[in-house]
């Protein structure tokens, strides 16, 4: 068995797990894309609750297979409910993806991650390439608001250095996924030049991260999966898209119906 058949299998695998689980995730999201990312987790097979009520944080975690953190809004009543959620999910066992939307772009958006991740367990790490650069120390980072002007390779050794900070999974969107923790490091190829054209796309990579994060105990098994089943949807709806709208429609379809010969054609993992 080749290396791509065997991640092949552990993919489907997963995917299996989450259709047949519908495994709860509970997402403290940015107002931008909680429908999109709401969406995702649906046609993927998961189920998604959005709230950032910190009065309920405790039992919603309590019944969730992953508590998604995206730091997209970062308003007061926004911030007040991550760190309580997170408490109760280092508590309860529960894995936690965070998504450090714009680090590097204000002070708040720096410093509030890096408080998170000092603060409690981390299992998964994803953003962007100078996300993930200011996260890991590096200054002045490539970051354009909430965008990155840099590539992920670009971000390949400080991505490293930030998994083995924290001991977590770091997944580094962009051109080309990357995807570390350990000694593990993995690319991801595919996907769609049309996918960066629609907004909240990379909160989406996220919030399938949780969902992969539901069903699988290894960060980085679960970071890579949620990759790989991005890029391969993203290829998909690009076949059948006639520009921006049209991939963002079909690329919930592709979620919904991605299968063993779509996961087997089309994925591209270097290792």
Same mark, same amino acid.
């Given at each position: 068995m080749t290396k791509?058949?065997?991640?092949?299998?552990?993919?489907?695998?997963?995917?299996?797990?989450?259709?047949?689980?519908?495994?709860?995730?509970?997402?403290?999201?940015?107002?931008?894309?909680?429908?999109?990312?709401?969406?995702?987790?649906?046609?993927?097979?998961?189920?998604?609750?959005?709230?950032?009520?910190?009065?309920?944080?405790?039992?919603?975690?309590?019944?969730? !297979? =992953?508590?998604?953190?995206? +730091?997209? %809004?970062?308003? #007061?009543?926004? $911030?007040? &409910?991550?760190?309580? @959620?997170?408490?109760?999910?280092?508590?309860?066992?529960?894995?936690?993806?965070?998504?450090?939307? !714009? =680090?590097?772009?204000?002070? +708040?958006? %720096?410093?509030? #991650?890096?408080? $998170?991740? &000092?603060?409690?367990? @981390?299992?998964?790490?994803?953003?962007?390439?100078?996300?993930?650069?200011?996260?890991?120390?590096?200054?002045?980072?490539?970051?354009?608001?909430?965008?990155?002007?840099?590539?992920?390779?670009? &971000?390949?050794?400080? @991505?490293r250095a930030l998994a083995n900070r924290f001991s977590c999974a770091v997944a580094v969107s962009g051109e080309v996924d990357l995807v570390c923790a350990g000694q593990a490091t993995a690319l991801v190829h595919g996907g769609s030049a049309l996918m960066p054209r629609v907004t909240g796309l990379g909160c989406t990579a996220t919030a399938l991260c949780g969902a992969f994060a539901a069903v699988n105990p290894d960060p980085f098994e679960a970071a890579l999966h949620a990759c790989v089943a991005m890029k391969v949807a993203g290829e998909m709806a690009a076949d059948k898209a006639a520009g921006p709208g049209t991939l963002q429609l079909h690329f919930y379809d592709a979620l919904y119906s991605m299968g063993e010969q779509d996961i087997r054609q089309r994925l591209k993992v270097e290792r």
């Open positions: 791509a058949d065997a991640t092949a299998d552990n993919v489907l695998r997963d995917l299996a797990a989450i259709r047949a689980k519908n495994p709860v995730v509970l997402n403290i999201t940015n107002y931008v894309v909680t429908n999109t990312t709401a969406n995702a987790l649906l046609a993927l097979g998961a189920s998604p609750i959005m709230s950032h009520a910190v009065e309920e944080m405790a039992e919603l975690v309590g019944i969730s !297979g =992953a508590l998604v953190i995206n +730091l997209g %809004t970062v308003a #007061p009543e926004y $911030l007040a &409910a991550m760190d309580p @959620a997170w408490a109760a999910a280092d508590a309860a066992g529960v894995p936690v993806v965070l998504d450090p939307v !714009g =680090a590097g772009a204000s002070t +708040l958006r %720096t410093a509030t #991650p890096l408080a $998170l991740l &000092a603060g409690h367990k @981390a299992f998964i790490v994803r953003g962007n390439a100078s996300e993930i650069m200011t996260l890991a120390g590096k200054s002045g980072a490539a970051a354009k608001g909430v965008d990155s002007t840099a590539k992920s390779g670009d &971000a390949a050794d400080l @991505a």
